[in-house]
DNA sequence: CGAAATATGTCAACATGGCTGACCTAACTG
DNA sequence: CAGTTAGGTCAGCCATGTTGACATATTTCG
């Protein structure tokens, strides 16, 4: 098993399980999992938002309204990271549409607070649950702990900068949420 | 830090860690997580395949020709899942370019078998370098088994349609290159 | 052998969703 | 009041996906 051709000096430990990584070798597998389970990932809910004339960067934007109901155009921005010319597109139809509705800031009158409709929030949460169902039986094939080690895998991925940004807005969310409910 | 004004019928055993799962509710984080990962696990290739005035398509021919040299222009489109068409467009400017070269199938002479050329794989390998770095360094910050984890996660999220086909992929590009190696 | 199927390439047109640059209004802040 | 900030908008460009139609070479099969 061990590569006995290979300098004494760079000897490596197995990485995980059977899979040698040998020295300096990509880590194939995991770089390459990324994008099939994104693809998939992502795939149902493009389905259902053909449907509805709508693409992946509505989702985005209804999502994240839906999660966060009262932000700001430029919070908005700064989780999406493109520019306000990309999110006025989509943004517009949304609102045109009765998904998305803007209420002027109380104490900031410039801004336009972003709201979901009833029916805005239906359709978000008609696309939360179809990931939801995907993440949650994926999760229910694994060990007990693996929503956890997900969370950790995926958290580590992202930037260092971004990383505490990122949790604050997650936890900022489902602090609302629980009060809501 | 408990929320008491919570109805006590719908009180809910702990998903993982302290983060409560009630009844129904969407899995949030990992669903947002998953946005945010793969958004910064992109981001940093898309930067140096701008330089070379190429798009993120590109490099996924170009990534997935690196790992299975030889292979036909339908796996290709089979594992990208895009129309010929599609990729068409990015597989000239690449081989025009003297990253990939296409040679004729020794038994089918009309399968035009992709390779990448030196230059070809000099740049899959360092993107591939780039991702690996953001990996290795995820995974260091976590527990022993934090590979195999992620790997058994990422599969389970892939279409149970795709996921023997998947693992075939990468397991058969694993075999290949270690015999080259 | 000849017909049909297969592997691949290509033209044209269109949609989505990024981008830059320029410019505007309304409202807040010092 | 002057300058900054939040947000919107117009115009145009680019990358990358789509459909549909069609062409060419090669293989396969009756």
New binding site residues.
């Given amino acids: 098993m061990a590569d006995l051709t290979a300098p004494a000096a760079t000897d490596q430990k197995p990485a995980s399980g059977d899979r040698a990584a040998r020295q300096d070798e990509p880590i194939w597998d995991i770089i390459e999992l990324l994008f099939f389970a994104y693809r998939d990932f992502v795939t149902e809910a493009d389905d259902v938002l053909a449907k509805f004339?709508?693409?992946?960067?509505?989702h985005?934007v209804l999502h994240f309204v839906n999660r966060n109901p009262g932000m700001?155009?430029?919070e908005l921005l700064d989780i999406?990271?493109?520019?306000?010319?990309?999110?006025?597109?989509?943004?517009?139809q949304l609102v045109d549409q009765g998904y998305v509705i803007?209420k002027e800031?109380a104490?900031?009158?410039?801004?336009?607070?972003l709201y979901v409709t009833a029916k805005g929030e239906s359709l978000a949460m008609k696309l939360a649950g179809l990931q939801t169902a995907r993440v949650a039986h994926a999760l229910s094939e694994l060990g007990p702990n693996a929503h956890e080690a997900a969370r950790r895998f995926l958290v580590a991925i992202v930037d260092a900068d971004n990383r505490e940004g990122v949790l604050r807005f997650i936890a900022r969310a489902d602090r609302a949420r629980r009060q809501r409910s």
């Fill in positions: 004339g709508f693409g992946r960067a509505h985005r700001k155009v430029a999406l990271k493109i520019t306000k010319q990309s999110l006025g597109r989509v943004l517009k803007q800031g104490n900031d009158r410039r801004q336009r607070l």
